[in-house]
């Protein structure tokens, strides 16, 4: 074992917070503590993101908008979304994770506060747009910072973690909702309770995570690297020389082909997050704290699933055959969904949408696992710039969603969308074919390398 590696058996557990990064590779309790941290972050991010949906009815009330025209902001901020991408992404490779991992929290308890107090449609829509930007970067950070600290725990499950963190989000911010708007009837009542959830996950992150140190990170990448023959020469790089390296995933077809399966993938995705609660009272005529219940189950359902998908992706190795069947189930279901009477009960309703829930979650850990694996064969420096591919995609998913998705409601009905949304989740299982790795365990070779 490496010196790098060497287990710290007679530190203190708080002895890391002495340290500006952490010079050793964490194990047991510290490790988990450090990735509690991460999914704790992303979660609360998530939430400040998502809270809008299940209260989306009473803005659009109270401020007289119809559904096209917030289609309109959103689609303006999701491009903000790809800006973030873009500028911040780099900042992970470069700089570390912890910095996109701190502010962007503190910086949306801020903007929740301030959104809770806006006093016009287009002041809140603003305050959105910033707190998207910041978000975007804080996405190829979590994912990197999750690999940091996981190198020889399964990869699918590693991005089951960080599956964990979204569903968390989002199943905060429907059943704070659900439980809450009986009480505090509107939508500011929803800012205030981010903005407090935000302020306090900014600070613990502030004083209890630490980033590994680029020596360390650099270790992890060379043993990772296992197919490079002994007589191989491993030359050390620079710190600038490994960020200049990271530059080809830019410059790889390949790359960019599998990270388009992240816009149909979100356009399924933020359908449920973003709209399946308006969907449920206008389609459905739920109470918006009956119709944020109802879309929990979905999140409750997924996030026991994404950690079933994880495993069978690591034990079988058959990452790409895991993500098509998700995708053809999810979308089934959506037919499914699409298909349901207006008079539907809502236990009817509760058990379609925990369905959907159970077979959404087989996507995104193991499409994650293909993505990373197919980053690392590119350049093994790149990893944080290469999820900030599909970070830069995503809005794509974001400007045809809330453009495209008002208008088909206004013209065919909710109905139409969900079909469409079923027929994006086959799209993903198509699409997947351009990652690495194998359809069939034939043999040995077909393995997971971690």
Not at 3 to 20: D, G, K, T, V
Not at 174 to 184: D, E, F, H, N
Not at 272 to 286: A, I, K, N
Not at 423 to 430: E, G, I, R, T
Request: net charge neutral.
């Amino acid at each position: 074992m490496s010196e790098i590696n060497a287990p710290r058996e007679h530190a203190a557990f708080w002895s890391y917070l002495r340290q500006r990064r952490i010079d050793h590779l964490p194990s047991g309790a510290l490790r988990w503590w450090l990735l509690g941290l991460i999914v704790l972050g992303w979660a609360v991010e998530q939430y400040e993101a998502l809270k809008v949906g299940p209260v989306l009815v009473y803005i659009l009330d109270d401020f007289d908008k119809t559904l096209v025209q917030w289609g309109e902001i959103a689609a303006i901020v999701g491009i903000a979304y790809s800006i973030g991408a873009v500028v911040l992404s780099r900042v992970a490779d470069r700089f570390g994770r912890r910095p996109l991992m701190i502010w962007p929290v503190f910086a949306y308890a801020v903007i929740s506060a301030a959104g809770a107090l806006a006093p016009n449609f287009y002041t809140l829509a603003a305050l959105l747009m910033t707190g998207t930007f910041l978000m975007a970067g804080m996405n190829p950070a979590v994912h990197a910072a999750s690999r940091d600290l996981t190198p020889r725990m399964g990869r699918a499950m590693v991005y089951a973690w960080v599956s964990l963190a979204f569903t968390i989000g989002a199943l905060m911010s429907t059943a704070v909702a659900a439980q809450t708007l009986p009480i505090w009837p509107g939508w500011r009542s929803q800012f205030w309770i981010a903005a407090g959830l935000g302020g306090v996950t900014a600070l613990i992150i502030f004083l209890f995570y630490r980033d590994l140190s680029p020596a360390v990170r650099g270790q992890i990448l060379r043993e990772a690297a296992d197919a490079v023959p002994e007589d191989e020469v491993v030359t050390e790089l620079s710190d600038e020389d490994r960020y200049l390296d990271g530059r080809q995933v830019y410059r790889s077809p390949r790359l960019w082909a599998l990270s388009t399966v992240i816009v149909f993938w979100s356009l399924a995705y933020v359908t449920v997050s973003g709209y399946v609660p308006t969907y449920l009272v206008q389609h459905f005529g739920l109470e918006p704290a009956r119709a944020a219940g109802v879309t929990s189950w979905f999140w409750i359902v997924f996030t026991g699933s994404v950690f079933l998908s994880g495993w069978l992706s690591d034990r079988t190795g058959v990452r790409k055959t895991v993500t098509a069947f998700g995708g053809v189930s999810t979308g089934a279901c959506f037919l499914i969904g699409a298909t349901l009477p207006v008079d539907t009960p809502e236990t009817v309703l509760m058990a379609v949408w925990s369905a959907t829930g159970f077979f959404a979650g087989f996507i995104y850990p193991a499409w994650c696992a293909i993505y990373s694996e197919t980053a690392e064969s590119v350049s093994p420096h790149g990893v944080g710039r290469a999820f900030g591919i599909t970070a830069t995609l995503a809005p794509l998913s974001g400007l045809t969603l809330n453009l495209g998705l008002p208008r088909v409601v206004e013209a065919w009905g909710w109905s139409a969308w969900m079909a469409f949304a079923g027929l994006c989740c086959f799209a993903v299982s198509v699409l997947v074919a351009f990652g690495r790795g194998p359809w069939f365990r034939y043999s040995e070779r077909c393995q997971p390398k971690g």
